[in-house]
């Protein structure tokens, strides 16, 4: 997996991101249509 090191660093944080990500891209989703 290749990344900035601060991405490796703090994979863990990965989780948080993805859950605050990913409702995003659901609430962007329907305005990109």
Known sequence: ???PPF???HRA???T???ALVP???WLA???V
């Open 1 to 3: 997996m290749s990344g």
């Open 7 to 9: 991405v490796l660093k």
């Open 13 to 15: 944080s990965n989780r």
């Open 17 to 19: 991101l993805q859950a």
């Open 24 to 26: 995003s891209l659901v």
């Open 30 to 32: 329907p305005l990109t």
